[in-house]
């Protein structure tokens, strides 16, 4: 039954997040179609969870920033509920809701007080005091690592900024060992580390994820101009190096060292460990769409035959593909 709800909510969400994208409605039913999305929100995980919520609060800033309509206090509840799952479910993925950044402040229309009467226009207070809303939101996260200064994830989130040579030397370790690793656990990954899509797949996977990234097929008036995409790309490194952290303390239970030690002690771990063991590619999964709209080409695709048939091939060979796998594992003896 939890296998059911979870592709049920998978569906609806999925279906939600596809219908309220003004852009890329392609890739976002690429992304979803992929074995390992389609493997990992038809269990009971909170990958069932944390895939279509990703996409959908991913999806509906994309239709805040492409509507004529301007942000509203619903707008803005929408989308603090779905940072909120994501957050309990897993904390790195809720730096999405920072491309609400990309939304001009002018956009926003958020009133307290009176609707005809005097009221507060929040948007154009932040835009006035930036400057003193910019040190909060610095002392709220300093706040934050203080309180929780005896947790390991915080403590390894520290010693790699006081270390960072030595981190961005353990990051490289990683993935010059598991780069390929990650992008076939990405792809697909069936069971645990013993059913993996193959090589020619995964070549023809990423070939058909570029093709359907140059162009667009909707006609938009709007353009994601060079800072909004860089925007993407640094929400996207964010949520990835919170992810690398908090895997990174797991490695440190896993070799049995001491979670409860001191930050010095932390300090000297970085060095000790030969690569992130816990990262997996479906991790990935989450920000991909992010990732494939801050890289996405402009121009209107005209002729769509083609481009359709060539999706409807690679499907056809997913479905191939992902069946011999299983095939192979549940029922050749």
């Not at 904390?91 to 009467?117: E, F, M, N």
Request: net charge positive.
């Amino acid at each position: 039954m939890a296998e059911l709800f979870a592709t049920a909510f998978f569906i609806i969400v999925g279906y939600l997040a596809i219908r309220i994208t003004p852009i890329k409605k392609d890739i976002f039913a690429f992304c979803m179609l992929m074995p390992e999305t389609i493997h990992q929100c038809s269990s009971v995980s909170y990958d069932a969870v944390i895939i279509p919520c990703s996409f959908f609060l991913f999806a509906y800033i994309l239709h805040l920033y492409y509507r004529e309509k301007k942000v509203g206090w619903k707008d803005m509840i929408i989308v603090g509920i779905f940072t909120l799952v994501i957050a309990i479910t897993k904390v790195p993925y809720a730096a999405i809701v920072l491309a609400l950044l990309i939304i001009p402040v002018s956009h926003y229309d958020l009133r307290i007080g009176k609707k005809d009467g005097k009221n507060i226009e929040v948007a154009s207070l932040v835009r006035k005091f930036w400057y003193l809303v910019a040190i909060l939101v610095m002392l709220a996260g300093c706040a934050a690592i203080y309180l929780g200064r005896h947790s390991a994830e915080i403590k390894t989130l520290v010693s790699d900024i006081l270390e960072l040579p030595e981190f961005l030397k353990f990051l490289q370790r990683t993935y010059e060992q598991r780069i390929y690793a990650h992008l076939q656990q990405m792809v697909g990954m069936f069971g645990w580390a013993d059913s993996f899509v193959t090589g020619q797949y995964v070549i023809l996977f990423f070939g058909v994820m570029v093709y359907l990234n140059t162009c667009i097929t909707e006609k938009v008036d709007k353009k994601l101009n060079i800072p909004r995409r860089l925007l993407m790309l640094a929400i996207v490194v964010i949520a990835i190096l919170m992810v690398e952290v908090a895997m990174q303390s797991w490695n440190y239970v896993v070799y049995g060292w001491d979670t409860t030690a001191s930050l010095d002690t932390f300090r000297t771990y970085i060095a000790g460990s030969d690569w992130n063991l816990g990262v997996q590619g479906r991790y990935f999964i989450p920000v991909l769409p992010v990732i494939l709209v801050a890289l996405s080409g402009i121009t209107q695709r005209k002729r769509t035959v083609g481009y359709y048939l060539i999706q409807f091939a690679f499907y056809a060979a997913s479905a191939y593909s992902v069946f011999n796998i299983l095939n192979a594992r549940y029922w050749i003896v």
